[in-house]
């Protein structure tokens, strides 16, 4: 049996612009997708350029466009593929810039990784280090929500909608590692506020439009965006409610509360609040809605039940503080 590999090329010293190639080799029992592309290299094009090391989905470092999914080529195997393609296609991963060939250039990505202070506030960056004391984490304290399993593939990066359309957003990866440290109980409460009031300003928390793709690629599990729901709570508690996307979670539950339903003709005047500027754009906004009869009536009635409704949200507060 054999496959088709059509495999991504791109010099940047032959090509104006990348282009498709494609390879035909055999296909053997258990063979991944790194397999095959170890093979071409070997047998066939020694000028096919990617990046590869642990070969057991440790090091991160072979995620890569499969079929039109961001995955580890090393635990991407092949039969599936050509039973559900009837090729292997393979590709860079969208929102990285390419390098050559199937190499990405990843600086970004660790740049943001390296934006929200991947250690604790408590020990120095290393380099810098002036101690060597070991900071033990208490006992009972050691899974972080299994944001610790991240081996930094950049997956959750290439599958980020938000990414896609606001480059300099965080991203799933940098604030997933954001989480590891507002949750370490060894990080002073300090350090995690003022962690926080860094992560609620614009290209932070609040810019993840929670499609959940960066938890469908994730190879290990780590369900970013639900670390970025944990941090979005976190800055919520402590204070940090003035920023649109915590006045629109606190003005819809508000709502919620009072008439059992979502208000929209109140809902933009909850997220803006009574900003001059932000108000003009919200009553200019309005006002079009207006003449297109799509402004709901302010006044609306309360849902029937509410107390039942109330009872919801008295038994959530009460979870929350037990
Ligand atoms: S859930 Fe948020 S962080 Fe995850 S991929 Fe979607 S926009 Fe990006
Ligand atoms: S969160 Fe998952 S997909 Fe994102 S970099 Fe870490 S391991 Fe890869
Ligand atoms: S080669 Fe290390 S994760 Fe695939």
Not at 24 to 37: E, I, S, Y
Not at 104 to 123: E, I, N, R, Y
Not at 135 to 146: A, E, I, K
């Amino acid at each position: 049996m054999r496959v088709t590999f059509r495999i991504h090329r791109f010099n940047p010293e032959l090509d104006r612009r990348s282009h498709w190639e494609e390879y035909r080799l055999p296909v053997w029992r258990g063979m991944t997708v790194l397999d095959g592309l170890i093979f071409l290299r070997n047998q066939q094009d020694g000028t096919l350029s990617f990046r590869y090391s642990c070969q057991s989905a440790i090091c991160g470092s072979c995620a890569m466009e499969i079929n039109g999914t961001d995955k580890l080529a090393c635990r991407t195997p092949v039969r599936p593929e050509l039973e559900r393609h009837g090729q292997v296609q393979v590709g860079p991963m969208p929102n990285f810039p390419v390098i050559k060939d199937l190499v990405m250039d990843m600086s970004a990505f660790w740049g943001k990784v390296q934006q929200v202070t991947p250690w604790l506030s408590s020990s120095e960056p290393e380099g810098k280090t002036s101690s060597t004391q070991e900071l033990p984490l208490p006992q009972g304290h050691g899974d972080f929500h299994n944001v610790d399993a991240c081996i930094m593939c950049g997956a959750c990066v290439a599958a980020c909608t938000s990414l896609e359309v606001s480059s300099s957003f965080l991203g799933p990866a940098a604030l997933a590692k954001a989480d590891r440290f507002v949750s370490d109980p060894r990080e002073p409460e300090e350090a995690k506020y003022q962690r926080l009031l860094e992560l609620e300003k614009p290209d932070g928390i609040w810019d993840c439009t929670r499609c959940n793709y960066c938890v469908e690629v994730c190879p290990k599990d780590v369900k970013p965006m639900d670390a970025i729901i944990r941090l979005r709570r976190a800055a919520i508690e402590r204070g940090l409610t003035a920023s649109g996307g915590a006045r629109h979670i606190i003005g819809f539950s508000d709502l919620i509360h009072r008439e059992g339903r979502l208000n929209e003709a109140l809902m933009p005047l909850k997220v803006v609040g009574f900003h001059p500027r932000g108000l003009m754009k919200v009553l200019a906004l309005g006002f079009r809605m207006l003449l297109k009869g799509k402004v709901p009536n302010p006044l609306g009635h309360s849902l029937p039940g509410l107390a039942n409704i109330r009872r919801i949200f008295r038994s959530f507060r009460s979870t929350l503080n037990s």
